[in-house]
């Protein structure tokens, strides 16, 4: 390999260390290895000792920390794959990645490595590529060094000097176009003194995705550059698609265990509001550098930028990861989920201790009669409850059954003179506590809708479906607590 091809900084050196040389009578510096040396040694830079190849790793996983502590020279070898892949269930579209992933494997070195950088491209790919490491000093990032034709392979060296946590890309030309495709990862530079000891780290990229279709639309996608003009994505995901990282593809925490996510933002156009609900992030190494703020809850990441985010797990449960640009969140796919597992912690969060009838003064009903002993309730009068019931009938079922019960045609079924309701409590109420869905008729007319579980306790659904069988023509039953905690 040439000296001019490998590092061209060098070069500058070496031609004023010869004339100054030169000019001073001294000795030219000798070997390469040895050039290489005083170079580094003039600059401040760590002198290199052995080298190692990378261990790379595929999302959500994050290759070890790094224990050493001298500077070493880390062969990277990353070869870029064109594939075809699910972008949502029943969606494929055509994937360009680093190393066959999106996003691509994660890179990890330490302050002062040298990194001696292999891109190769599939010889099956159809498309030229190159990386521009955001963690590179030099023109385009490496990308000036790195323009590869499928079947080709090229090689570069840069130092790491500068710790933080760097996006990748492919910057070849549509640049924009190559991105929209996934071609972007990840690079740690670990501080020399290395980053304070966690109990799990995971990568997460966020991107978008423009299609020919809609969201969801089954079958394969094209790429749609007029959406991607616009900056309209139907996609917005976490780690290359729709559900990466939900149900069994989780990331998983124990309680008490300190967790670092290192997130980056790959755009290609939208802004991220990073937040993972019901966390509060301890410490944020904003845009991915060394400047720390506390107690976060959400943090902005511009594209092409990354944060580090750590917290401590001390509540049990699922934890939804977002970009709280809401309709991103729960219409385009940006959700990913953590399963925190283990102990309940009761001082953190006691979950719902109860759930009562609030009446406001003035309104029609004043007091809930009795209190909120066993006894007490027990000697409810069906007159109360259908009083009571009332008041839960307009909050919450009203909505769609309507206030005189008609319900509203081929919509929401009739309460009122239901033949479905009379005669059958039990049936009555299971609707009301589990839902209902599927094909049901309602004095000779069919629906066909979702109704979805009502959140009541068995005290309100006792007095609002006492309320609905006492009024409308209907069979006047009285519905009581322990009938329905015996249908739930
Ligand atoms: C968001 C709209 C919605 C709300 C709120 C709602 N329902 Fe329903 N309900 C429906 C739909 C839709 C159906 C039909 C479901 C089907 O066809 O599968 C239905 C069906 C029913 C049925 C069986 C069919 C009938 O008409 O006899 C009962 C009983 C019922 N609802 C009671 C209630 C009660 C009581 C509440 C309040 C606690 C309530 N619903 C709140 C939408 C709603």
Redesign the pocket.
């Known amino acids: 390999m040439s000296v001019q091809r490998q590092f061209t900084p060098l070069l500058t050196f070496l031609v004023i260390a010869l004339g100054a040389a030169l000019f001073t009578g001294c000795e030219a510096p000798g070997s390469e290895a040895e050039t290489k040396k005083d170079y580094l040694a003039a600059k401040n830079y760590d002198v290199i000792q052995g080298e190692e190849e990378a261990v790379l790793t595929e999302p959500p996983m994050v290759p070890p920390p790094i224990d050493r502590d001298y500077a070493t020279k880390v062969i990277v070898r990353l070869e870029t794959l064109e594939k075809e892949m699910e972008l949502a269930d029943g969606v494929k579209f055509d994937y360009w990645t680093f190393g066959g992933t999106v996003p691509g494997k994660f890179i990890r070195v330490r302050e002062g490595d040298l990194v001696e950088f292999h891109l190769m491209n599939n010889p099956e790919n159809k498309m030229p590529h190159n990386i521009d490491i955001h963690a590179v000093t030099g023109p385009g990032g490496g990308a000036a060094s790195s323009f590869t034709a499928p079947g080709h392979e090229s090689i570069f060296e840069f130092t790491a000097l500068n710790p933080g946590l760097y996006m990748y890309y492919c910057a070849t030309s549509p640049v924009g176009m190559h991105v929209s495709h996934g071609m972007y990862g990840m690079m740690l530079v670990e501080p020399k003194e290395g980053l304070p000891e966690v109990d799990r780290e995971y990568y997460v990229v966020q991107s978008e995705f423009y299609t020919k279709g809609e969201f969801g639309d089954q079958g394969m996608q094209k790429f749609d550059m007029a959406k991607a003009l616009n900056e309209n994505p139907d996609y917005v995901v976490f780690n290359g698609a729709v559900d990466a990282l939900t149900g069994d593809k989780a990331l998983e925490a124990e309680v008490g265990e300190k967790v670092r996510i290192f997130f980056g933002n790959a755009g290609p156009s939208k802004t991220s509001s990073f937040r993972i609900v019901g966390e509060i992030f301890d410490n944020v190494y904003q845009e991915g550098g060394v400047a720390t703020n506390h107690n976060v809850a959400t943090t902005l990441v511009p594209v092409g930028g990354a944060t580090i985010v750590e917290f401590t797990t001390d509540v049990p449960g699922s934890y939804k990861m977002i970009d709280q640009s809401f309709f991103r969140a729960f219409n385009k796919g940006a959700m990913a989920e953590m399963q925190v597992g283990g102990e309940e912690n009761l001082l953190a969060y006691s979950g719902k201790s109860d759930d009562r009838i609030y009446l406001p003064e003035g309104s029609a009903v004043q007091e809930m009669p009795g209190g909120e002993g066993e006894e007490q309730i027990a000697t409810v009068s069906k007159e109360e409850r259908i009083q009571l019931g009332q008041t839960?009938?307009t909050q919450?079922?009203q909505?769609?059954?309507q206030a005189d019960g008609n319900?509203i045609p081929g919509?929401?079924?009739?309460?009122a003179e239901?033949d479905?309701?009379n005669g059958n409590v039990n049936q009555?109420i299971a609707?009301?506590v589990k839902g209902?869905?599927?094909?049901?008729t309602?004095n000779g007319e069919t629906?066909?809708?979702?109704?979805?579980a009502?959140n009541?306790s068995d005290e309100e659904?006792a007095n609002?479906?006492t309320y609905?069988y006492n009024n409308w023509g209907n069979d006047g039953s009285l519905v009581t607590p322990s009938q329905v905690a015996s249908v739930r």
């Open positions: 839960i009938y919450v079922c909505a769609c059954h319900g919509a929401f079924p009739p309460l239901s479905w309701i009555t609707a009301v209902l869905q599927g094909q049901i309602v629906y066909n809708g979702v109704m979805p009502q009541l659904v609002v479906l609905v």
